[in-house]
Every structure is written in C-alpha cells, then in structure tokens.
C-alpha cells in the first residue's frame, strides 16, 4: 500500500530572500495634486483609465464617490465583516508547527504587530474600490537576533499601474535621498510573494478588469449626483412663482433712455409684489398682473432615480438591494446575510486577503526565520457558516414539533408507547428518544380464606 499522497504545496527557503534589502521600507511618492470636480467625460476617462489598469485617477475618483451617502454606506457595509470578524492562526500537524504558530500569533493573529486592523482595511478597500490592492513587507530583526519580525504596510494604488508589455504591475517610489523629489526616475517592478510586495487580487487576469467596483458605480454616482442636482433645480422653479406685468394699451415700453418711467413704476410694483411685504399698490388702469407657476408633474421622476441609485449601489457593493433598512431608518448591515451564500463578495474579499498574507508575507517570515515555509501557519478568517446555523435551526424547529405532537397524544390519553415514538420521529426526521422501562407489575396477592368459626371448633376437640 502506498504512502498516503499529500496536498502539493510551494517550500519558501530562507536562501530566497535578501534580508539587507528587505529591512528598508520604501518610501511612496508624494501625491499628485488632481481636481476633485468631475464631469461626465471626466468620470468616462476614469473609468478607461481603471480599465487599462492604471489607477491615479481612478483613485480620486473613487474617494469622490464616497462623498455620496448611498455609496459610502453600501461601500461601509461592504468592509464591515472585515473588522468584525474573528480570525485564528491555524497551525501545521506535529509540535513544530504549533510552535510556529504560537509565534506567529504575536505578529499575525488578531493584535498582532505584523499587520494591524488599519492596514486590513485599507486593503480591503482598495480591494473593493480597484479589484486588487497591494502591500509590502518590512524586516525588523530582533536586538537578540533570535528572530526577524515583519510588519506589512499598505501601498498607495495611485502609484501603480499595469504594464502590459511586461506584463506586470510597476509602482513609482519616492526618493529617500531628497525630500524634495516626488519620484525616483525609475519605476519598480512589483512581484508578489518576493519577500517585499503582496498583490492582493480575486483574479489572476487583470483583476482591475473584473470585480472592481468603481468600474459600475461612477456611473450610478454620476446618475445620481445630476438627478439630485436637477431635482434641487425643479424644486426651485416649483417654489417661485413667476409675476408678468402687462402694459395699458398705448403706453410705451422703451424710450431712447430706456424703459419709461410708466414701466419702471410698473417693474418696481411688481418686484415689490413678489420680493416685498407690501399691503398695497397702485396698477395704472388697463394694466394686468399675472402669476405663473410650474404645474408640471415631472419632479416625480428625480424621486424614482435617486430611490434606482440607491438600490444600484448596494447590488454593486453587497450583491444585494436589501441592506440599507426601510425608508427613514437607519441603514445597517446583517453579517449574517451577507455571509447567506458560499460564494459571496465578503468571503471573496476576506479569501483573497488571507491568500495574499500567505503566500506573501506568513511563508516568508517562516522561511526567513525557520528556513523553510513548511511550517508557515494560516490566518484564517473565522466565518460563519450559514448553512449549518440554517440545519441547527431546522432540527430545533423539527424537534420542537415533535414533542409537542408526543404531549399531545399522551393528553388525550393515548397509548404512547416506543413503537409510536419510533414511527411518530420518522414523520418529523429526528432520532427518537427511548422510553424508560416500566417495572413489572407484582402478581396480586390472594389472602387466604377464613376458617369458619364450627370447624375451629371441632380442630380443638
């Protein structure tokens, strides 16, 4: 019989890695300065942009956005889980292993040093935001030497763009020489798993092409933001109502110099009509006065856009429409919804962010620190799991019943006895209980029959 066959897994060696390299932080670019107004041909080139894989504007973009509250609430909910939900290092078989993972608890587990709850959601917002985010890995060795800890920083995407001749992400990165220089003069190509970067994606093809959401929502942010912006314009004409003035017959209008004074007495008549809280006026004979207001019904439209962007938004984020709470409430998230189906987006975004610290930065401080990977622990996001809550409920709803239909029967003085238990679980589908075992009943007792008092009598004699 054959050894049993083991999963295929990549050994990180220590040899790997420059540690020299690997202790000095690199240094991001100072940022560009870029408008934060946008047209509709502005949003529309942002979104080439995002899709040619190349992010500076996209970035600003998607920080715009986040100015609208429908966005920035399903954008919350959508990064929610992330802080909430508990995660645990998992280690290899055997006493090295949870050796290795007892350290690792103090620099990946959940207060950890190697990487905090701020640079989790940082990336996993741009994760959301782009379809991939990126972070690197500092070395800090111990004063005893006995170990090298890690600490893994977030790295601006607006830095990074896809280089499709190389195919490969490169980054600009700041000089540490001048503090003056913005840039360094060449661009760095980004490597995951090099011991410096981590690429974080849900996709191997051009992730920033896929699950991006910022692709989908500009548009309905920019949908909204005009829809809100005409609504407040409608509202405004339905506000005013406008007052015209009509001269008497054969009064003139113009003269050389301008209005008469017939209609500058007029026009301030009927400024003060509108603007004034005048009691009274005087109307030249002839003259009319009416007031035109916007009778139109159109506003309703305005309504029935922003109530689409709002469903639009948390479909994009959260797969979903019924996130937000009903009208007038306060918008919240149920994690366990979210968590409802095997494949949706949070476990998505949380596998993706336990794969990139993985094979990014956990094998690396194992092999760098043990010389191997092989004993690399995992940090496992602890998810619930949804279908086994729904079965737990399940059976206590079954088991529930059954009981119920069990009292019932004895209360009205039926014959329960383990045959009609057995038959009476197989109904509900649960395991039946067994019925204590009732004592024998003792044989009744036959008192004996009294002597009568003639043939006592003659006993004696």
Known sequence: MGAVSKRAKKIRSSSEFDSTRLQSALRPPAETSMAYSWSLPDIMAARDDQMRGSFARPVRLAASMRTDDALYVARSNRLAPQRCIEVEIVPVKGARGKGVASEAEAIFGAKGVGVSVETLADINGCLVDHGVAFATNVLTPRDDGT???????????????????????????????????????????????????????????????????????????????????????????????????????????????????????????????????????????????????????????????VESADKSAARIYLGQDGTLGTNGGAPGVDIGALMGVANTLVQSDLGAIERGLFTGSIEVWTAINWGSSDLAPTR??????????????????????????????????????????????????????????????????????ETPPSAALRSVR
């Not at 000089?175 to 003056?180: L, Q, V």
């Not at 003060?272 to 005087?282: E, K, L, Q, R, Y």
């Not at 737990?392 to 329960?416: C, E, K, M, N, P």
Request: charged letters at 25%; one cysteine or more.
């Open 147 to 305: 170990r090298v800890d890690i600490q893994v920083h977030y790295w601006p995407i607006e830095h990074v763009k896809w280089n499709s001749s190389k195919q490969c992400y490169v980054t600009r990165v700041g000089s540490a020489t001048d503090e003056r220089a913005s840039y360094s003069t060449e661009e760095e190509e980004i490597t995951h798993g090099d011991g410096r970067w981590i690429i974080f994606s849900t996709h191997e093809h051009e992730p920033f092409k896929q699950e991006a959401a910022v692709l989908p929502a500009a548009l309905v942010w920019a949908r909204r933001a005009f829809a809100l912006r005409d609504w407040a314009k409608s509202s405004v004409a339905h506000g005013s109502a406008k007052v015209v003035g009509e001269m008497p017959e054969g009064v003139a209008l113009q003269d050389a110099n301008g209005l008469t004074p017939e209609a500058t007495a007029m026009a301030t008549l009927l400024r003060s009509i509108v603007t004034d809280d005048a009691p009274a006026g005087i109307r030249p004979a002839g003259s009319k006065v009416d007031f035109l207001t916007n009778n139109s019904t159109a506003w309703q439209i305005w309504t029935t856009l």
């Open 380 to 449: 496992r996001y602890m998810i619930p799991d949804a279908d086994a809550e729904a079965d737990r409920s399940a059976v206590i709803a079954r088991r529930t019943s059954f009981f119920l239909d069990l009292q019932a029967a004895r209360d009205g003085g039926f014959v329960v006895d383990q045959k009609y238990v057995d038959e009476l679980a197989k109904t509900y589908d649960v395991d039946p209980p067994t019925l204590p075992e009732m004592p024998p009943v003792p044989a009744a007792v036959v008192p004996p029959a």
